[in-house]
Nanobody, 123 residues
Framework: VQLVESGGGLVQAGGSLRLSCATS????????MAWFRQAPGKEREFVAG????????SYKDSVRGRFTISRDNTTPTVYLQMTSLEPEDTARYYC?????????????????WGQGTQVFVSS
C-alpha cells in the first residue's frame, strides 16, 4: 500500500487548508484511514481517523470542530479539511492506514505511512 500526501503549505492563523492522501495498492475500503502530525521536538500524535463505514470518525480534542476527515472510496483518497488554523497546528502531517475496524490513536497500530506534507501556520 502506498500513501502520498499533498496540500500542505504556509497559511495565516485563521485560514484553511485541505490535505489529500492518495492511496494505491491494497483494498482501500477495508482500511481505517488516519491523519497524524509531528511538530519539531515532539512525538507524532493522532489527529483524526475514519473507518471504512461512512460516519465512523474520531478526532483529537483540540481539532474537533475545526478539522474534518473524509474519504472517497472511488478515487481512492482520504482528505483532511482544516479550518480556523492556529500556529499550534504547525507540523508535518502524515497519512496512515491499517486493516481492521477500530480507529486507534497510537501510531504503532498503523501499518502503512506516507512521507508527510508540511503545514506551517503563521501568527
Amino acid at each position: 500500500v502506498q500513501l502520498v500526501e499533498s496540500g500542505g503549505g504556509l497559511v495565516q492563523a485563521g485560514g484553511s487548508l485541505r490535505l489529500s492522501c492518495a492511496t494505491s495498492g491494497g483494498t482501500f475500503t477495508t482500511y481505517i484511514m488516519a491523519w497524524f502530525r509531528q511538530a519539531p521536538g515532539k512525538e507524532r500524535e493522532f489527529v483524526a481517523g475514519m473507518g471504512s463505514t461512512i460516519g465512523t470518525r474520531s478526532y483529537k480534542d483540540s481539532v474537533r470542530g475545526r478539522f474534518t476527515i473524509s474519504r472517497d472510496n472511488t478515487t481512492p483518497t482520504v482528505y483532511l479539511q482544516m479550518t480556523s488554523l492556529e500556529p499550534e497546528d504547525t507540523a508535518r502531517y502524515y497519512c496512515a492506514a491499517r486493516s481492521g475496524s477500530v480507529i486507534y490513536t497510537a501510531n504503532g497500530r498503523y501499518d502503512y505511512w506516507g512521507q508527510g506534507t508540511q503545514v506551517f501556520v503563521s501568527s
